[in-house]
């Protein structure tokens, strides 16, 4: 990952600077942090899950980190390089709204079979919903104060039977075309 002065390697620099908004000074930065708090160039998911956590202290955050992590572990090796994390970092922060749906399909695709199902987008709503924190539950709506009722009401907006599946296409266009889906595929804390 970086060369024997411990700096990212050019080849990485040069690809981050070209797939992420980040400034070589920025990534120079972020690889700084990074070694500093990940020594070997890994974050293991036990890692990942602690760090994320402490973003939602009043929440469980663990099964989302679970399947964050999934989804940026491109490899598959179960840890995230600098690479992949500061790609997650850009898609989740500053990427544009395409990226982004990208990305929160990978999120989806429980499997990674290349669609999502009922059963998934339940999961995965199941999960965003232990991110609210207790005291905001009651403010939500009816239609949406239970994690399978997110999850119906998300679904629905895919026009799909129970048994059905969405491709990656119809995923990003049925969140496109509706601004309470994009609402609904994620959490953003009141306070």
């Avoid at 663990?62 to 090796?77: G, K």
């Avoid at 929160?104 to 919903?129: H, M, P, R």
């Amino acid at each position: 990952m970086g060369n024997k002065n411990g700096a990212v390697s050019k080849e990485i620099l040069e690809d981050l600077k070209l797939n992420t908004k980040f400034s070589e000074t920025e990534i120079v930065q972020w690889y700084e942090n990074f070694k500093k708090q990940c020594p070997t160039g890994r974050i293991s998911k036990e890692e990942f899950q602690s760090i994320y956590g402490k973003f939602f202290p009043e929440s469980d955050a663990n099964t989302y980190a679970q399947h964050v992590f999934r989804s940026f572990d491109t490899n598959d090796d179960g840890t995230l390089d600098f690479k992949e994390y500061i790609i997650a970092l850009h898609m989740t922060s500053t990427g544009k709204t395409i990226r982004k749906l990208e990305w929160a399909f990978a999120l989806f695709d429980v499997d990674k079979n290349g669609y999502i199902t009922k059963s998934e987008v339940t999961e995965i709503c199941t999960a965003i919903f232990k991110l609210i924190p207790k005291d905001e539950v009651p403010n939500l709506p009816d239609d949406e104060n239970t994690a399978e009722k997110r999850a119906d009401k998300l679904w629905g907006y895919f026009e799909k039977g129970e048994n059905d599946r969405v491709a990656e296409g119809e995923f990003i266009q049925g969140v496109m075309d509706n601004d309470e889906a994009l609402r609904l595929i994620q959490y953003q804390p009141t306070k």
